[in-house]
């Protein structure tokens, strides 16, 4: 069956492309991130200190992917989905993506919601990435609003255009109810990622945006064949604040308000991967992000459960300072990570995951109590 293309919105993209810009700009501001609500601060490691290894035989390399198309990638890391949409993000994400192909982490592109409209002109961000680094795994990305009136064809097209290795389709119902010109059209969400979780053709990956997941959305979607969820939660970039800061911009006064009442919306990230590796099946991996700065918080969220661990603020204030700062930051993200798994007595994330998960918490208290 043929589906037919929808009566889609015309973008203005003159106001698109201004917002986008905003977006990288207010992004940057220290207000706009819920850092001072993290949790992550509160999980601490356990300290051993007799690891009977020696550091250099600690090993950061995750695999990627299943059967015949599994690989795999030096870190166990990614570069969350940003800045697509106007024509200066072209050079960040370059330099992103040739990062994360020397360095063996995931690159993730912003929403390709521009992609979808052929009236528009072309920014070509993506052509030949994947020339230039044939190693690179690239993520695809678009909104569930639009996941859920295109044709799965048209999902495809923009896979292609990025010619990504994996789909992500981002959740953001608290950013399109404060953005003025946002679309907090949900109904048919679950169906849509069903359909195309079954048909895309690529693994499917759905994220949030920085307000995590709750019991309640992942009781939704625990029977989708999903490659993985990306819980994106509160404790980082915040789009309630940014949003609300645009209002205010633009005078919208009742969303501005309002969106300082929702600054500390969500479910923290560590509170989302916990409830993620207790709810979801063993074959959608626990992918954390929001908020995550450092190789150590990401131990933590590995610990929690988590197989993969992503960030974008921390990644792009380092794009913009250069080359050779973006090289030197990724390189203390990963020193940091195998220095806790040094400390913590693990060789590599595959020993330390899921060792402060609630179930394995549980048997170990449980062991506990009948000695
Ligand atoms: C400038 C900027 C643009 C973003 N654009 C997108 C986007 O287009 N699609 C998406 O799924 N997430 C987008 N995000 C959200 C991130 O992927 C991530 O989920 C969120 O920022 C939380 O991570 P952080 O605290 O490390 O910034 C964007 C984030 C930033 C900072």
Redesign the pocket.
Same mark, same amino acid.
């Given at each position: 069956m043929i589906e037919k293309t929808p009566a889609r919105p015309s973008l203005d993209l003159r106001r698109f492309e201004t917002r /986008?810009r905003s !977006?990288?700009d207010? +992004?940057?501001r220290p207000e706009v991130?819920? *850092?001072e609500i993290t949790d992550l601060r509160q999980i601490r490691l356990e300290h051993d200190a007799l690891p009977e290894f020696d550091f250099a035989e600690v090993r950061l390399a995750t695999p990627f992917g299943k059967g015949s198309s599994k690989r795999e990638l030096a870190t166990p890391f990614f570069v @969350?989905?940003?800045? +697509? &949409?106007h024509a200066s993000a072209t050079m960040l994400n370059r330099r992103l993506a040739a990062a994360c192909a020397r360095r063996g982490w995931i690159f993730?592109? $912003? #929403?390709q =919601?521009r992609e979808l409209d052929p009236a528009l002109p072309a920014i070509d961000a993506w052509a030949g990435l994947k020339s230039e680094s044939p190693d690179l795994v690239v993520l695809g990305?678009l $909104?569930i609003s639009q996941a859920i009136t295109e044709p799965v064809a048209n999902v495809q097209r923009l896979a292609k255009n990025a010619e990504a290795d994996a789909f992500?389709i !981002?959740l953001?119902a608290l950013q399109e109810v404060f953005q003025p010109e946002g679309t907090p059209a949900f109904k048919g969400g679950v169906a849509a990622l069903k359909k195309l979780a079954t048909k895309l053709g690529l693994p499917l990956v759905l /994220?949030? *945006?920085?307000c995590g997941l709750s019991r309640r959305t992942l009781a939704k979607i625990r029977a989708l064949p999903l490659a993985a969820v990306?819980v #994106?939660?509160l404790? %980082? *970039? !915040?789009?309630g604040r940014?949003e609300g800061l645009r209002a205010a911009e633009e005078g919208e006064s009742v969303r501005a308000r309002a969106a300082e009442t929702f600054a500390e919306w969500g479910v923290s990230t560590v509170e989302s991967v916990r409830a993620a590796a207790e709810i979801l099946p063993k074959t959608t991996e626990v992918w954390a @992000? &929001?908020?995550? =700065?450092t190789g150590l918080d990401a131990a933590k969220l590995i610990a929690l459960g988590a197989t993969r661990v %992503?960030?974008? /603020?921390?990644?792009?204030e380092a794009a913009l300072a250069g080359e050779a700062e973006l090289d030197r930051w990724m390189e203390t993200v990963e020193f940091e990570l195998r220095t806790a798994l040094f400390c913590t007595g693990n060789r590599a994330p595959a020993e330390l995951r899921g060792t402060l998960a609630a179930s394995k918490a549980r048997s170990a208290k449980t062991k506990r109590s009948r000695r």
């Open positions: /986008k !977006h990288l207010l +992004a940057l991130e819920a *850092t @969350s989905g940003m800045t +697509a &949409g993730g592109v $912003g #929403s =919601r990305n $909104g992500c !981002h953001n /994220k949030e *945006t920085g990306d #994106s939660g404790g %980082g *970039t !915040h789009w940014i @992000s &929001g908020g995550v =700065r %992503g960030f974008a /603020k921390p990644a792009l």
